[in-house]
């Protein structure tokens, strides 16, 4: 009963977010914008547009995780719904030049916007202070084998507001104690436990109604890509290589040259002020090109803006970038790092079908091969063409460990779909002016060992 309450009310809550963001787009068309149609709708058609604003607003919010209260940050929400409600309004100014065959005045959908982003504030703020009141932290254990200190991670995110971590035990001294360290939880982690032991506190966790979180390991993904089929009269689960559907390649593919096209042809003025910036800075090559690994290892020169000094490998070691630590990084090279116009000329690459738009990001053939030694499983990531954006880039960060990158590229190549490719791409507008997606890692660090650390 109570998980049921929790999910209505939760829902509602955020049916109120929605008709609240949307309030402020109804006013806006129905004073101003409906009225200068080329051909003005009676009632039905201006419900209409305005339900046309809900949808849109309601889809990129979930893309953009905007509504998430039990696991989100306030200043979180308030950045997710207005980047929601802004492409909303984009998107609905371009609706309305379409219907009144002229280009109609911004102002109103402005102030709209800026109505919609102090809704937000209100809401993500008293639904924050709301769904904490009336729902304590859940009663956590974390059980553990790799992976320890979790419980750290918890209130670094601050999540320590939703699971209130009363144990950390090993899975071996759970299995001993039968499972003692559970009893009364509502909640728990099992980080980075073999399949065997996993599945033992699984079954226990169901059976006694405990929500269970999983980080799972490599094997763990690579059966969730598994088809689920009947042989010899048994349930059989088949798992191969990654070999999407010739649809789906011939139509990625259309989209990879006809949106890198367009992308290329509405910023080459900005790519052109770029071009002269860096060759303005120190006289060096605009341009750096360097060796990369794509699908089943094949080697090509990645295309990117010069942001490094030109000796920045003089020693011939090829290091990872510490971020904002680098010394070798040049003045403009900072800028163009974090408003991410360096990846840029990376377009070409994928009109020339090194690249995709969508895919894991590619490694240098000698950094993949120190992430080897120490993790084989990193060269199943291979198993796909490199793309300029990617799970691992849109959920994790720059200084996210390879483990964990490996794990994130496997979750997109075990179920490639159009519609994933769309979710990638539009959820990688959110992190382009977050700072944490580009953090650097640890000074001089080459290895996976280290990128763990």
Partial sequence: MNSRFHDV???????????????????????????????????????AVIALFLVLYTVYGKIYDAQLLQLSRISE?????????????????????????????????????????????????????????????????????????LEQLLEEYGLDRRFHVETAVNVEKCLEMQMEALQGMEAVFL???????????????????????????????????AKQMHMLHLPILRVKR????????????????????????????????????????????????????????????????????????RDGVARLSTGENDDRITPVGRVIRKTRIDELPQLLNIIAGDMSIVGPRPERPEIAEQYEKELPEFALR????????????????????????????????????????FRIIFATVKILFMAESTEGVQEGQTTASEAAK
């Fill in 9 to 47: 009310t939760l829902k509602l809550i955020k049916m109120l977010n929605a008709v609240l963001i949307t309030l402020p787009f109804a006013v806006c068309w129905m004073t101003y914008y409906a009225n200068r149609t080329w051909a003005p709708y009676y009632a039905k058609g201006n419900w």
């Fill in 77 to 149: 929400m308030v950045y997710s719904q207005s980047l929601s409600a802004l492409i909303a309004d984009a998107i609905m100014y371009i609706v309305c030049w379409l219907l009144t065959k002229h280009l109609p005045a911004v102002w109103p959908l402005l102030l709209a916007l800026f109505a919609q982003v102090i809704l937000s504030v209100l809401w993500s703020y008293l639904a924050n202070r709301w769904y904490f009141h009336t729902f304590p932290p859940k009663r956590t254990a974390v059980v553990y084998d790799m992976r320890e200190g």
């Fill in 191 to 225: 980080c980075g436990i073999h399949s065997r032991e996993r599945n033992i506190v699984l079954k226990y966790c169901v059976t006694n109604h405990i929500t269970a979180y999983v980080i799972p390991r490599i094997g763990d993904i690579l059966m969730s890509s």
């Fill in 242 to 313: 990654y070999s999407p559907g010739f649809e789906y390649v011939i139509v990625k593919r259309f989209l990879d040259i006809v949106l890198s096209g367009a992308v290329l042809l509405i910023l080459s003025p900005l790519m052109l002020i770029t071009a002269a910036a860096i060759k303005a800075t120190d006289g060096g090559p605009v341009f750096y090109r360097q060796c990369r690994l794509t699908k089943d290892r094949k080697k090509f020169m990645v295309l990117k803006f010069r942001s490094m000094r030109v000796d920045a490998e």
């Fill in 382 to 421: 291979l198993q796909a063409k490199a793309g300029l954006t990617g799970y691992a880039q849109v959920y994790g960060k720059y200084n996210t460990t390879p483990y964990d990158k490996l794990q994130m590229d496997l979750m997109y190549i075990a179920k490639p779909s159009i519609l994933e490719d």
